[in-house]
């Protein structure tokens, strides 16, 4: 018994010395309270600040071509203790600041020469970038920086702005942090069809290297308030951006590709024209290539099911199955409105493939797709398209009946 106890003891003194390493900590860690957090960055055409005019008057500068204005959002423990202990309508939960130049990677190294605080992006949320830079750079070149910063999460989400991407990052509510809230306005894609999937930084990379055109969230900015509006044309060959799709032409997007996770499809009843709403509780879509030849075409079948979420139809019951069906091809009726106009934008206005067709066809037939990738988007453009649309009301609430 006393020769078991002497073999445990040299184990279990091990087993306490590699424990107390393990509590020790990083070493290599640098204090919270010297750290400047970037949560949030947006790229504009180069217009310098008033505060960096008057900074570049008294000093002398370096040698750079005003291109590009970088602001960087930071929360800093400073201002969250400040915010926290006076609470004063006033104070901001955040600090933006701006830099003008040519390279991104010197400009956010020109702020180490006007903060104490050392930047650290591993908790950047957002990155906005303007229309006009994203019409005159390729995206690769705005983001290259990103994409090699080690620092910076792969699930970074990109967005597009129009006007100035900074005005994005701005707010005049107590307490919000603007690079938060819209992180937090993609997560509300269960509540509208007006929502792209998350662009992500590794999303980005890819789609860039696949040579496909594709859609990126576009966001409005007033008077500290922002909206999700719409989405930017990125083409496949020159990664900038060509065009926009409004808020209802990016609703046929998510009917086509059936991504949506919720919304609402407001029609109107043939016979009397009043209002019938229908709330999307599932969708989903198949996009079937045919090949013939050289002919090239395609059979798109959407389906949904949901619930009538609001009537005015006063004669209209719901609980009758017949008002029921009529609900539904009012609202097929309008869903297949949205995609043929999207169709036509697509194919006739911009000639380009955003909703994911080349990509059915390089899975379903690749040797097919090898010969026609390298002038899809030409060859989208005269491609027929078939479409239709399937909804089921499956539940319709407890008013009905009484509509006589």
Known sequence: MKQSHNNIRPLFISLSVLLFLTL??????HEIEEQSLGIGLAFDKGKQSSIEKKLNEQGEGYSKKDLITATYQFITPLVASSTTKQSGPQQKSYVN???TGDSLHQMVRELSLRSEQPVTAHHMKVVVIGEGLARSFRLEQ????????SELRPSCLVLISKGRASKTLETKKAGEIPAFRLAGIVENAYRTTRILPPMSHIKVESKIKSGS????QKVLSVNGQVKFAGAAVIDGKTHKMTGTLNEEELEGVTWITGKGKGGVVKSFDKETGQLIVYEIESMKSSIVPRVKGDNISFDV????????SENWVVS??????????KAEKSSEKEVKRLVGNVLEKMQKEYQVDVAGFGNRLRIENPKVWKKVKKDWDQRFSETTINYDVNLT?????TSGGSKE
């Open 301 to 308: 079948n959407i389906e949904s099911v949901g619930r009538l």
């Open 316 to 325: 209209g019951d719901s609980f009758k199955n017949e008002f029921l069906k």
């Open 24 to 29: 020790t900590g990083c070493w290599s860690s």
């Open 393 to 397: 009301i499956n539940d319709y609430g």
């Open 213 to 216: 055109s594709f859609l990126m």
């Open 97 to 99: 600041v701006s830099e």
């Open 142 to 149: 705005l983001l290259d920086q990103n994409f090699r910063e």
